[in-house]
């Protein structure tokens, strides 16, 4: 039992001496919001000390900022924040290199651990929410709107003309979901389809639809539960197998 105290003990590093190396670092690069990466490169401990330390590499960084406010010293945050100017094309990019490497859409966590060149935050002010700059990411990718387009297949129904009838027409509309609730849709399955798991946002050519799970034409209502994100394929097998 004395053997295991000691070895805690002596694995143990201090608060104020991670502290002081993280301190060290952000002096090196003259901002403090460095990844953890790059502090294992230069630093004197490992950047997982830091993390188990303070539970993660985030709040290791959050405890660096009060540290240095205390000690009245005043970095930057980041490199060139405050006057670079990205085109959507360097956010896109940037999200498409993220999104591949986490493999799926990368929440906040994962972007902050993934190097990023560009602020979360960037992206939310840029397209109004982080759901909508997905969204927008997807649809550069595909090259067009997933909104827009005719998200559900046709079937009998859709297959008589439409001229001669004004009901039909409004029927058509009638099953329109909304906006918003499509960005739901698309934002609770992580902009891919449910089936394959495949994405615009890894698979080039993938085109996504949004789906009745019952069909709207035989009564199946245009709410969250009834609705699922399906690539064109699946869709199409889907549908297959239905009629
Ligand atoms: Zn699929």
Redesign the pocket.
């Known amino acids: 039992m004395d053997f295991k105290f000691q070895r805690k003990r002596l694995n143990e590093i201090p608060e104020a001496k991670i502290l002081n190396e993280l301190e060290k670092i952000a002096k090196r690069f003259n901002y403090i919001e460095f990844a953890w990466r790059d502090f294992d490169k230069m630093a004197d401990i490992s950047a997982n000390t830091v993390k188990k330390h303070f539970g993660s590499w985030k709040k290791g960084l959050g405890a660096l900022k009060n540290h240095l406010q205390q000690k009245g010293l005043d970095l930057s945050p980041r490199p060139h924040a405050p006057n670079r100017i990205h085109s959507d094309k360097d956010l896109f990019n940037e999200m498409d290199r993220i999104w591949q490497k986490v493999g799926q859409r990368p929440s906040r966590t994962e972007w902050e651990m993934s190097d990023p060149q560009i602020a979360y935050n960037t992206y939310k002010q840029r397209f109004g929410g982080w759901t909508n700059a997905c969204l927008k990411f997807i649809e550069y990718k595909m090259g067009g709107s997933i909104l827009a387009e005719d998200f559900v297949l046709p079937n009998q129904e859709d297959q008589k003309p439409l001229k001669d009838s004004k009901v039909e027409y409004k029927q058509e509309i009638s099953r329109n979901v909304s906006l918003s609730l499509r960005l739901q849709v698309l934002s609770r399955d992580n902009f891919r389809?449910i089936?394959?798991g495949?994405s615009p946002a890894t698979n080039l050519e993938t085109k996504l639809h949004i789906d009745h799970i019952n069909p709207f034409s035989k009564g199946g209502k245009s709410i969250l539960e009834n609705l699922q994100t399906?690539?064109e394929?699946?869709n199409l097998g889907k549908s297959n197998k239905k009629i």
């Open positions: 389809c089936f394959c495949k399906l690539c394929e699946c």
